[in-house]
């Protein structure tokens, strides 16, 4: 049976990948922060699972305190170790740029330190990110595209991909960077701009919220289902050689269509009127605002577009996303409807 290690269990992502390695006969082993009220809500379904009991360890620690996480490794004793955990949020890291570093940065060092003194034979795998092309040198994006990040964010985890390329080279460890562009799910945090859209129309749908207020409705992003990458995660450590791969639906959509789709999912249509901070989504029906701009969601530097071409995951390891952007908003919306209408009724 194969040990796992994963750091940010409790995350979006984390708790996905514990449920795929569960079913594929691992046993993991996760990195948990001490927090004064319960942070596993995402992977609560799993502890309650009694066919997991033996298999799924959770140790209370954090990236940023290498004493404990040695302690930690060791109890796992891991054939794989995935480094999830990071402070993810871009607009948060001008806020708090120096723990976004610790933290994304330094932490990825820490552990592949541990990896090298103690666990040389483990594979791990970066959980890097396309905030590293940022200011884009080209479009669509691939592994050979030159990065220009543009926040502390991206910059932390620019740190953290050449320190796995440069722990592969010197010391021949089996670390792999996957370069995954943004991938969304139910399971998102809410101020994430795709959840905080699925959420704010289910609760203007149940009557529980008035109106939408984002930022720039221009960004560009290539969104794909969190479930769709996981597999591509794991895959890339079951390679014969390490190697860094890029994971992307290959197409990009605006915030502004997202929140058109999401609206036309409750049936609504949304009209477009005014221009830059006055600009408002209305109701084409009703003649309703429903969604309004605020500088307060703008940041001090913004990535315009990112579109990424994924071929080199799809020969090498067969990875093909499943999940269109459409059907993304729908699990989303859904899913939200089902919650809000269960929060109403209780
Ligand atoms: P997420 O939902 O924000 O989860 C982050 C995880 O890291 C949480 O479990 C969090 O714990 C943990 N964490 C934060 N600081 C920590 C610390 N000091 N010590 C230990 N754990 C800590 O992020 P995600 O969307 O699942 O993404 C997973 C990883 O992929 C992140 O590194 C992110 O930067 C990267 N990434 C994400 C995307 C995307 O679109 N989702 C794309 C590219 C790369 P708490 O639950 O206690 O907060
Ligand atoms: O949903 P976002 O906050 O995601 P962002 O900044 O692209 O970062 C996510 O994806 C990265 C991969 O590319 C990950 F590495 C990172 O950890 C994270 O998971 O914002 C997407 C876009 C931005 O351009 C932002 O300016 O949406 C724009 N936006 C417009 N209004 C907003 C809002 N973003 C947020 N969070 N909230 C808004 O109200």
Request: with cysteine.
């Amino acid at each position: 049976m194969k040990h796992a290690f994963i750091t940010g269990i409790t995350g979006q992502d984390g708790s996905y990948l514990t449920e795929f390695l569960l079913e594929k006969d691992y046993k993991v082993h996760g990195l948990i922060r001490r927090s004064s009220s319960p942070n596993t809500s995402r992977i609560s379904h799993l502890l309650d699972d009694p066919r997991w009991k033996e298999r799924l360890f959770l140790h209370e620690g954090d990236l940023g305190d290498s004493s404990n996480l040695l302690r930690i490794v060791e109890e796992a004793s891991p054939d794989e170790i995935y480094n999830l955990a990071a402070m993810s949020h871009v607009k948060v890291s001008f806020q708090v740029p120096e723990y976004t570093g610790n933290i994304g940065a330094l932490g990825t060092i820490r552990l592949l330190e541990i990896i090298r003194a103690q666990f040389p034979k483990a594979r791990f795998y970066q959980a890097s990110t396309s905030e590293l092309f940022g200011k884009v040198f080209e479009t669509p994006q691939t592994e050979l595209t030159p990065f220009h990040p543009r926040s502390p964010y991206g910059v932390a985890k620019l740190y953290a991909y050449w320190a796995c390329i440069n722990y592969r080279e010197a010391y021949d460890l089996y670390a792999c960077n996957g370069i995954l562009f943004n991938h969304e799910s139910p399971r998102r945090g809410e101020t994430f701009v795709p959840r905080k859209i699925s959420l704010a129309v289910s609760r203007i749908k149940m009557g529980l919220q008035e109106e939408l207020v984002l930022g720039n409705l221009d960004a560009k992003r290539d969104w794909g289902y969190a479930r769709d990458f996981i597999e591509g995660m794991w895959l890339m450590l079951q390679q014969p050689k390490a190697d860094d791969y890029l994971l992307a639906t290959g197409k990009t959509t605006s915030v502004r269509r997202f929140v058109e789709l999401a609206f036309q999912y409750i049936g609504i249509e949304i009209e477009w009127q005014g221009k830059g901070i006055d600009e408002v989504g209305i109701d084409r029906k009703s003649g309703k605002t429903l969604v309004r701009v605020s500088t307060e969601f703008f940041r001090p530097a913004e990535v315009d577009i990112l579109l990424g071409n994924a071929s080199k995951a799809k020969s090498m390891l067969g990875w093909i996303p499943q999940t269109s952007v459409e059907n993304l908003v729908q699990i989303m919306v859904e899913a939200d409807l089902k919650k809000c209408k269960s929060t109403a009724s209780t």
